[in-house]
């Protein structure tokens, strides 16, 4: 299906005032128990605002800004420090996006959740000087670029093995859902090109880059929203020889508490945090009410899956373990103002790039903002 397709398609329905009353009704007739139940009472007023990290084509931000879908991440601007990161390219990137009345809200490193020979900057990760100091101080440049050209946000990632899944399985409707069974995922070979990296060698390595960037981020009050491992691995085996050290919820209360600052927090990828616990549509609230309240989400990937810790599926928006309407909820709670946006989702017949299923997405998450909007 061709963009212009996509628009035309998805485009339809999205109006948030019925799509809330749809789906609180439907969250209503599902769950009986919620007919008597109390949303949960906001401290403060929350100012959620649907987001993407779709790109910033010219066509992708035409369908964006009429879709509604207003605040955006955009693509990697380039793998190296060069003229896309300079002050001049960040604000052509910048005034483009805005020329279509959509804000710039984040930029990602070229710190990407690949896998260690892909990696754009390799030896951040692999601890090896002198070559990371190097790699450092293009990161550097990189946020004192962005702060000079109005960008308040970058995103990143400090992984080596990428994001491990096994082989899909069936959904709703026949869908795919993406799926990680750890019995099943193959260690092969057993190392990676990286070594045995223990616990506390992979946190030397978090800190040293912290230790370096944070300050920079803090003088020039750019935010550093780093993506938890996608998916965490068992205490003590790891996968291929790497303990994810950000793939647990004490891992990451551990990042943030490293270099305290507003500046230094996460991209709080709900999913994946989910994917860590063991009863996520039981736990996940708690967690997003400890880092919230503590003004570490910077922004979210807002996704649901079925099942939890080694053994889960990324499901429809609406189809996992989590109530998404109560932890929309919990995110104002806690004042959260930042973007909601999709990040995986369902594959469907005849949708080869997704569109129709990120269009969903976008559909559902306006209309639960709109309905907790609502909620006195």
Known sequence: MDRRKFARIAGAGLASSSLTEAIAAAQVATNPARQSAKPATPSRKGLMKVGTQHGDSNEILRVLAGFGVNHICSRLPSERLDEHWSVEGLSRLRDRVESFGLTLDTVPLPMSSNYITKAELPNILLGKSPERDREIDDVCQMIRNASRAGVPTLKYNL????????????????????????DKAKQEPPL??????????????ITYFLERVVPVAAE??????CHP?????????????IETVLGSVEGLKRF????????????FCQGTVAEMLQKPGQE????????GSRKKIFNVHFRNIRGGFLNFQETFIDDGDVDMLKA???????????????????????DANSYQGFAFAFGYIKALIAAVAAES
Do not use: C
């Open 159 to 182: 992984t080596l093995i990428g994001v491990v899944r096994t082989e899909s399985t069936p959904g709703r409707g026949g869908a795919e859902y993406s799926t990680f069974v750890y």
């Open 220 to 225: 020039y009050k750019v935010r550093l929203a």
């Open 256 to 267: 943030v508490s490293i270099k305290e600052s507003p500046y230094h927090g996460l991209n």
């Open 229 to 241: 491992q996608d998916p965490g691995m068992p205490r003590g085996r790891g996968f291929r020889g």
């Open 192 to 205: 990676t090109e990286a070594g045995p990296v223990d616990a506390d060698k992979y946190w030397e390595r």
């Open 328 to 350: 929309m909820r919990v995110y104002k709670e806690v004042g959260f103002d930042g973007m909601m946006m999709p990040d995986h989702v369902p594959k469907i017949s005849g």
């Open 284 to 291: 996940i609230f708690d967690v997003i009410r400890y880092f």
